[in-house]
C-alpha cells in the first residue's frame, strides 16, 4: 500500500472536540514496519463514546469478545483494506495504513474499521456543469458528501438513501419520490478513508455510489440541510472547494466517471 493518510496526522489543532494533540508523525515513519521504538502516541477515546449502544467497549473488557476480520453478529468487522493485524500490547487492531499519532477510538464507536456510506447525487446543471450535492458540516465547517455510518445490520443501500434523506433534505420526503433515481446506482469507491477522526486503533471504511439525476427528479424537491449539517448547496464539479476527509478523491472519480 503506498497510499499515506494525511488529514488524520493534522497536529496543528487539537483532536476534534477534544484538547488532545497528536504526535507528529513524518511520513517516512507511517507505516508501522518501520522501526519506532519511542513511538508513543497520547491514547484517546471521547466520553461521548463509552457506554453507547452503537459503541464497543474498552478494548480490556473481559466481556468484549469480538469476532474480528469477520461479521461478527450484526456488526462488520471486515476491513475492505486487508486482514488487519493487532498490537501485542494492547490487542486492538492496527490501522492498516500506518501511523496517525493517537491511540484509541477518538470519536469512533468500533475498534478496527467504521463502516460508512456516501451517496454522491449528481446532475447537469443549465449551464451545462457536472454538480453534485454538497452539505457543510456543523462540526469542522468543511463542504463534504452527505453521508454517514452504517447502522449494525444495515444493508449499505439503506444507509446511501437514509443518509442522503436526513442530511440532505432534512428527512422530509416521501420514500417512494426518488425510486427511480436510488434503482440506477453506481459504485466509485470501496476502502479507506483519510478522516480526521482515524486512530492508530479505529479508521473509517466507506462505500460510493453515484445517483445521478438525469431526468430532473430533484427540480421540485425541497433540498435542505439537516440537523448535522449548517447548509446545502450545488457544488460543480470543477470548483477548488477544499471538502472534508477523502471527498475530494471521490469527487475526482465521479468526474472520471462522467468523462468516458
Same mark, same amino acid.
Not at 97 to 101: D, E, F, K, L, P
Not at 132 to 138: L, N, S, T, Y
Given at each position: 500500500m503506498s497510499?499515506?493518510?494525511q488529514?488524520?496526522?493534522?497536529?496543528?489543532?487539537?483532536?476534534?472536540?477534544?484538547q488532545?494533540?497528536r504526535t507528529?508523525?513524518?511520513d517516512d515513519?507511517?507505516?508501522?514496519?518501520?522501526?519506532?521504538a519511542d513511538?508513543?502516541?497520547?491514547?484517546?477515546?471521547?466520553?461521548?463514546v463509552?457506554?453507547?449502544?452503537?459503541?464497543?467497549?474498552?478494548?480490556?473488557?473481559?466481556?468484549?469478545?469480538?469476532n474480528?476480520?469477520?461479521?461478527?453478529?450484526?456488526?462488520?468487522r471486515?476491513?475492505f483494506?486487508?486482514q488487519y493485524t @493487532?498490537d501485542?500490547k494492547?490487542?486492538s487492531p492496527? &490501522?492498516p495504513?500506518?501511523?496517525? =499519532?493517537l491511540?484509541?477510538?477518538? !470519536?469512533l464507536?468500533?475498534w478496527?474499521?467504521?463502516h460508512?456510506a456516501?451517496p454522491?447525487?449528481s446532475?447537469?446543471?443549465d449551464?451545462?456543469?457536472l454538480e453534485?450535492?454538497?452539505?457543510?458540516?456543523?462540526d469542522?465547517?468543511?463542504w463534504?458528501i452527505?453521508?454517514?455510518?452504517?447502522d449494525?445490520?444495515e444493508?449499505?443501500?439503506?444507509?446511501l438513501?437514509?443518509e442522503f434523506t436526513?442530511e440532505?433534505?432534512n428527512?422530509?420526503?416521501d420514500k417512494?419520490?426518488?425510486?427511480?433515481?436510488?434503482s440506477?446506482g453506481?459504485?466509485?469507491?470501496r476502502?479507506?478513508?483519510?478522516?480526521?477522526?482515524?486512530?492508530?486503533n479505529?479508521w473509517m471504511?466507506t462505500v460510493v455510489?453515484? @445517483?445521478?439525476?438525469?431526468?430532473?427528479?430533484?427540480? &421540485?424537491?425541497?433540498?435542505q440541510? =439537516?440537523?448535522?449539517?449548517?447548509? !446545502?448547496?450545488?457544488?460543480r464539479v470543477?470548483?477548488k472547494e477544499?471538502l472534508?476527509?477523502?471527498?475530494?478523491?471521490?469527487?475526482?472519480l465521479?468526474?472520471s466517471?462522467?468523462?468516458?
Open positions: 497510499f499515506v493518510h488529514k488524520c496526522r493534522n497536529v496543528d489543532v487539537p483532536y476534534l472536540g477534544s488532545i494533540y507528529s508523525v513524518p515513519l507511517v507505516k508501522w514496519n518501520r522501526d519506532w513511538y508513543a502516541p497520547p491514547n484517546y477515546t471521547d466520553k461521548k463509552h457506554g453507547q449502544a452503537w459503541a464497543d467497549p474498552e478494548i480490556n473488557d473481559h466481556k468484549f469478545s469480538p474480528w476480520n469477520a461479521v461478527d453478529g450484526k456488526i462488520n471486515v476491513s483494506v486487508c @493487532f501485542p494492547t490487542l492496527i &490501522n495504513i500506518g501511523r496517525t =499519532g491511540a484509541g477510538r477518538g !470519536l464507536g468500533r478496527g474499521p467504521n460508512a456516501d454522491i447525487v446532475r447537469i446543471s449551464e451545462g456543469h453534485f450535492v454538497a452539505i457543510q458540516r456543523r469542522n465547517r468543511e463534504a452527505p453521508g454517514g455510518m452504517v449494525a445490520g444493508h449499505v443501500t439503506q444507509t438513501q437514509r436526513e440532505a433534505m428527512g422530509n420526503i417512494d419520490s426518488l425510486k427511480e433515481l436510488w440506477d453506481k459504485e466509485l469507491y476502502g479507506y478513508v483519510d478522516d480526521p477522526r482515524n486512530t492508530d479505529a471504511e455510489f453515484n @445517483f445521478h439525476d438525469s431526468n430532473g427528479l430533484l427540480n &421540485n424537491v425541497d433540498l440541510a =439537516g440537523d448535522d449539517a449548517t447548509a !446545502l448547496r450545488w457544488i470543477d470548483s477544499p472534508y476527509a477523502s471527498h475530494a478523491h471521490f469527487i475526482d465521479l468526474k466517471a462522467h468523462s468516458k
